[in-house]
């Protein structure tokens, strides 16, 4: 029966501090059941730190290791309540999780606007993370911890390309640089978004190492 299936409780992540030890759950690489320990580094890194412009998110930074499978699963405090869900990792020791306290809202809010009967507007996805390179010194970082980096410095570096996505089908890349779109310079994460809503294909060139390659993606629609 549903009512018996075991759940965790969702913890306030606004009594969350930094040093605090978390656990990451999740699948990375497919393999099933794998836990990953860390600290929270800070409880508030503001998502225009991250190059999201129109963002008012503050996230969950933690040095646990969230690799490609584990977005998605919950990030645990000591006391088994869930207080962020794993979204994104930049590089090794610097991974991002949303609060559980902006969960809470969210699925408050989801089900006042399904009560009240209100129509859900479909949007626009093609299945990437990304971040924006807005200075010299976060493309510089990334350098130092990849060799092939791209030599940009500016543009929407992407972190993760979700598997049978139009992203995957359109050839896009972890790594890949998004330089422009529809013969549009891309500064930021933010102006491949603000694409994405508007346009139906999406001509791309991105820096891949030392190239300059175009990929064609062509975005689906799904529920918010």
Request: hydrophobic share 35%; charged share 25%.
């Amino acid at each position: 029966m549903p009512g018996k299936l075991p759940v965790l409780l969702l913890g306030r992540s606004s009594e969350l501090r930094p040093g605090e030890f978390v656990v990451a759950i999740g699948s990375p690489f497919s393999l099933q059941n794998t836990v990953t320990t860390g600290i929270v580094s800070t409880t508030q890194r503001g998502g225009k730190e991250l190059g999201l412009r129109n963002s008012d998110m503050d996230y969950i930074q933690t040095d646990a290791i969230i690799n490609y499978g584990n977005s998605g699963g919950p990030l645990v405090n000591l006391d088994g309540e869930v207080i962020g869900i794993n979204t994104l990792k930049v590089t090794a020791g610097i991974s991002f999780a949303i609060p559980s306290d902006k969960i809470k809202k969210f699925l408050t809010e989801s089900h006042d606007r399904q009560a009240k009967g209100k129509a859900v507007t479909k949007k626009k996805y093609i299945g990437i993370r990304m971040m924006s390179l807005t200075s010299s010194s976060k493309a510089k970082e990334l350098k130092d911890r990849h060799r092939d980096f791209p030599d940009v410095l500016s543009g929407a570096y992407i972190i993760e390309v979700i598997p049978d996505t139009p992203a995957e089908a359109g050839g896009l890349k972890e790594n890949d640089v998004i330089i422009s779109i529809n013969g549009q310079s891309v500064v930021t994460a933010n102006d491949v978004s603000d694409v994405i809503k508007k346009e139906n294909t999406l001509n791309m060139v991105v820096r891949r190492g030392n190239e300059d390659v175009m990929i064609t993606v062509i975005p689906e629609e799904i529920d918010p």
